[in-house]
DNA sequence: TTGATTCTGTACCTAGCGGTCAAGAATCGC
DNA sequence: GCGATTCTTGACCGCTAGGTACAGAATCAA
């Protein structure tokens, strides 16, 4: 009972995510937040605890949606050179484009590892499931005689993990072309 | 003539470089200079025009300390591969240790690449010195036979630069030991 | 000395932050 | 219809940010 609320929360963390994606957690004011949710601040409130709990929701939730849509892209059939180029390509189309934002999860280690210990968490986790993922496929590519298997897959896949990282922290000052050229030189290194 | 200043200004700027490495941008307040530099408010405020223009400052010396000591340990005698290791051991080793701070420049750019086309110019600048400095002894190694010449010297320095910037991501998240493990990843692909 | 000049510390200013609260509006069970 | 309950709006609050103003302290030229 009691006045039903007039906004979805969930839409309202997913355009949060957006936000935060945007301007960083420092930079986005609660006021930014009710503007972007059109909602008035007291209900913004009355529904998150607090910024930094909309942020943890916003962050895992992109955390869940990073690693799903990779791990999908990488089932896909096809050659695991293929499938690793198209979820490289995906991450970095969803995180480079839109006035370049990069990766929340990048954004997130940069602005707040160090001074909180969840945060960090979670960003880790998506860093780490990444690197899991692209790891199987390298397996995969490995078993099949597409990859050298002469190399040890963890490296390899810490290679790509690694890369990822360095591009989202490009796509910040560069354009989108270098980002694809990047991308060939980490497949041309399998 | 006048009463003259009671600090060194260059030695401030080192200071300042300190701290915005270690806290950011934004949450490195006056007082927080002032302090760490051992003045008052209104000397940081007559010698520099802004914390803006502090920054600006740091943030060049930086890049300028940077690329001398990547070019200086380049330009040590050894093996293209060697200098390349060490080089990038340097780079981690000053960025990564010290509660890892990471890189000012990477920091930087993930916090106000967007909203500061100074800023962004400045580490766009460092980035371009690494690769080209990369490219170089890559170049050399290719002519000694060290590293196969078949592969573009191009695309194996933006490789290189993308995954020390990676490096400089995984370090605010991970210790020390897994981005010697990238390292050795890196270097394993040449 | 005295003045002109430039530094120094501290009090102060305005704006905006993250967050709270009171008054009213919807909904429910009865 | 009437409470009880929960949401919504918008005014409000304490605090700190980035920066300024000002009175005093050093210096130098004359």
């Known amino acids: 009972m009691g006045r039903p609320r007039q906004f979805d929360p969930d839409a309202a963390i997913d355009s949060a995510m957006d936000l935060f994606w945007r301007k960083g957690f420092t930079d986005t004011t609660p006021q930014d937040l009710a503007a972007e949710l059109g909602i008035g601040k007291g209900s913004l409130y009355n529904t998150f605890a607090s910024k930094r709990a909309l942020f ?8 869940d949606l990073r690693a799903a849509g990779v791990t999908a892209t990488l089932d896909q059939p096809g050659t695991a050179r293929e499938r690793l180029r198209a979820a490289l390509r995906r991450l970095a189309d969803a995180d480079a484009t839109l006035t370049s934002r990069g990766c ?5 280690a940069v602005e707040l590892a160090g001074t909180d210990e969840d945060a960090t968490r979670t960003v880790r986790q998506l860093f780490d499931r990444l690197e899991g993922a692209f790891r199987t496929v390298i397996e995969e590519g490995q078993a099949s005689g597409e990859i050298a298997a002469g190399r040890d897959p963890g490296q390899l896949a810490a290679l790509v993990l690694t890369s990822f990282l360095g591009m989202s922290v490009l796509a910040k000052t560069t354009d989108a072309d270098r980002i694809r050229h990047t991308i060939d030189a980490v497949l041309a290194t399998l």
Chains 1, 2 share one sequence.
């Open 56 to 63: 943890d929701l916003a962050l895992r939730r992109y955390v």
């Open 104 to 108: 929340l999860a990048v954004n997130t």
